[in-house]
Structure formats: structure tokens, C-alpha cells
């Protein structure tokens, strides 16, 4: 993923999915909002990431909104949900004004889930950094990489269980510092099965690729999985998430 600025207008959406209800579901019901706004590279995958979380409103019970639109970013708006998944925006993405709704929405006790290139976005706003854990740097291309589990023990890796490690294609990112001594890691990226590499750029030795943290009363998730249309595809990856946003929005 190169960082180009795009010339061409986003466009922008809103729709919703509400949950039926199972017995099987847990008492509290979900309301999850999607936002994908990008102001530089645009991933594919978007489309896919969108039917993932869509799919997954269904089967896990969440009252589900996907959007584009960065001026419904106000507290009237933001205050009807639990949890907020960034899927794949970039760049800068929120004004000012955006930004203190955002904020203080999320220190009410919110949840917060990125999805891959939640990264690659805000860099000029601290804050945004440390509730994402870090800032997308550089990768090499796009291959097959095995992915060590360190820690299995949150709900998001549930799909993983008895698992030492995970061999898919995806775009391994590398970040502009190591979040390992601000969150919680539970993979990194055994960065010896990478083959394809122009430059050693993308080395980070210790390489983290999947966190979590608390701080500020937010719970906060970022994985690297989705660069690809068949990242979201994946059920392993897609229970991953939906693992994630269950224990986002405190069901966990």
C-alpha cells in the first residue's frame, strides 16, 4: 500500500443492520458503527470488510451502521453506540471538531476496533495514536507469512485456540515504533517466512501485528488482518473479529 493521495471524491454512506434476535444471543445488544473514510490509498477490500461486519450483525446479534461520512463524527450522533470499528481509513480523516467528538465520546467507556490500516491514519494527532497503539510505517509486498500467537487468551482469538501460529496472504505492516511496551500483544509476524522484499525497511525484529489495551476507560483492538478481499473471507479471521468487537464493547 503506497501512501498516494486520491483524486477522486469519496463517496459516501450510511446504512444499517439491525440484529434479530436469537435466544442464543447475549442479553445486550451491540450498536456498532463501521467507518471507512479515506483521504489517501483506498484498499479493495473495503467492499468485502463491509460484508464481513454486515454478515457478522446477523450472527452475533450487533445493531450494525457503516459510514464514510466524517461530519455524522458529533456526540448526538456518536453517543448511539458501543463500539466504533475504523476499517481501512486513511490518512487524515476527522477535522477538529470531529476529533474532540470522537474523543470525548470514547472516554465515556466505549470500544474501539481497527482493522489493518487504523494505522495508516491520524498521524498528526497523538491521541488517535496511543488509542490505536501505533502508526503504520511501511511493508513489504503483499505474500504468505506465518503470524506467532503469543497470547490466546482474549475472546478475539478464540478461532485460534490450540494454534501455535497462522499461515495466510496478507500486507504485514511495520510500525514507526514498537507498541509492545504500551499494549498487550497477542501475535507478531515471524518475520523469516517473508520472501519478498525489496529492502529490509519493513524488519522490525520484534514485529507485533495484534494488541489490545485499556486506558482512559476505552477498550481498544487493532489487528493487522485485511488488506485482502480474502482476509475478510476467512472464517477464522472474520470470528477474530467478531471476538474483537464483543470484547470492545464489554460482552467479554
Given at each position: 500500500?503506497?501512501?498516494l493521495l486520491l483524486?477522486?471524491?469519496c463517496?459516501?454512506?450510511l446504512?444499517s443492520?439491525?440484529?434479530?434476535?436469537?435466544?442464543a444471543?447475549p442479553?445486550?445488544?451491540?450498536?456498532?458503527?463501521v467507518?471507512?473514510?479515506?483521504?489517501?490509498?483506498?484498499h479493495?477490500?473495503?467492499?468485502?470488510?463491509?460484508?464481513?461486519f454486515?454478515?457478522l450483525?446477523?450472527?452475533?446479534?450487533?445493531n450494525?451502521?457503516?459510514t464514510?461520512?466524517a461530519?455524522?463524527?458529533?456526540m448526538?450522533?456518536l453517543?448511539?453506540?458501543d463500539?466504533v470499528v475504523f476499517?481501512?481509513?486513511?490518512?487524515?480523516?476527522?477535522?477538529?471538531?470531529?476529533?474532540?467528538a470522537?474523543k470525548?465520546?470514547?472516554?465515556?467507556g466505549?470500544?474501539f476496533?481497527?482493522v489493518?490500516?487504523a494505522?495508516?491514519?491520524?498521524?498528526e494527532w497523538e491521541?488517535?495514536?496511543k488509542l490505536s497503539?501505533?502508526?503504520?510505517k511501511?511493508?513489504p509486498p503483499?505474500?504468505?507469512a506465518?503470524?506467532i500467537f503469543e497470547?490466546?487468551?482474549?475472546?478475539a482469538?478464540?478461532p485460534?485456540?490450540?494454534?501455535?501460529?497462522?499461515?495466510t496472504?496478507?500486507e504485514?505492516y511495520?510500525f514507526?515504533?514498537?507498541?509492545?511496551?504500551?499494549?498487550?500483544?497477542?501475535?507478531?509476524?515471524?518475520?523469516?517466512?517473508?520472501?519478498?522484499?525489496?529492502?529490509?525497511e519493513?524488519?522490525?525484529?520484534?514485529?507485533?501485528l495484534?494488541?489490545?489495551q485499556?486506558f482512559?476507560?476505552?477498550?481498544?483492538?487493532?489487528s493487522?488482518?485485511?488488506?485482502?478481499?480474502?482476509a475478510f473471507?476467512d472464517?477464522?479471521?472474520?470470528a477474530?473479529?467478531a471476538?474483537?468487537?464483543?470484547?470492545?464493547?464489554?460482552?467479554e
Amino acid at each position: 500500500m503506497k501512501k498516494l493521495l486520491l483524486l477522486s471524491i469519496c463517496v459516501c454512506f450510511l446504512f444499517s443492520v439491525q440484529a434479530q434476535r436469537p435466544d442464543a444471543f447475549p442479553e445486550k445488544t451491540l450498536n456498532v458503527l463501521v467507518f471507512s473514510k479515506t483521504s489517501g490509498w483506498k484498499h479493495r477490500s473495503i467492499s468485502s470488510g463491509l460484508k464481513m461486519f454486515s454478515d457478522l450483525a446477523t450472527t452475533e446479534g450487533w445493531n450494525l451502521t457503516a459510514t464514510e461520512d466524517a461530519n455524522l463524527f458529533t456526540m448526538d450522533f456518536l453517543v448511539n453506540f458501543d463500539v466504533v470499528v475504523f476499517l481501512n481509513p486513511t490518512y487524515d480523516v476527522l477535522n477538529a471538531k470531529q476529533q474532540v467528538a470522537f474523543k470525548t465520546f470514547m472516554e465515556t467507556g466505549k470500544g474501539f476496533v481497527g482493522v489493518h490500516a487504523a494505522t495508516d491514519c491520524e498521524y498528526e494527532w497523538e491521541w488517535f495514536g496511543k488509542l490505536s497503539g501505533a502508526y503504520f510505517k511501511t511493508h513489504p509486498p503483499t505474500q504468505k507469512a506465518k503470524v506467532i500467537f503469543e497470547d490466546l487468551n482474549h475472546p478475539a482469538m478464540a478461532p485460534f485456540e490450540g494454534m501455535d501460529s497462522y499461515t495466510t496472504v496478507d500486507e504485514w505492516y511495520s510500525f514507526t515504533e514498537n507498541p509492545r511496551e504500551r499494549v498487550h500483544v497477542l501475535a507478531s509476524l515471524d518475520e523469516s517466512t517473508i520472501k519478498k522484499a525489496a529492502n529490509d525497511e519493513w524488519k522490525m525484529g520484534d514485529h507485533p501485528l495484534i494488541w489490545w489495551q485499556e486506558f482512559d476507560s476505552i477498550r481498544s483492538f487493532y489487528s493487522v488482518f485485511g488488506h485482502t478481499h480474502e482476509a475478510f473471507e476467512d472464517p477464522k479471521i472474520q470470528a477474530h473479529y467478531a471476538g474483537a468487537v464483543n470484547w470492545a464493547g464489554r460482552r467479554e
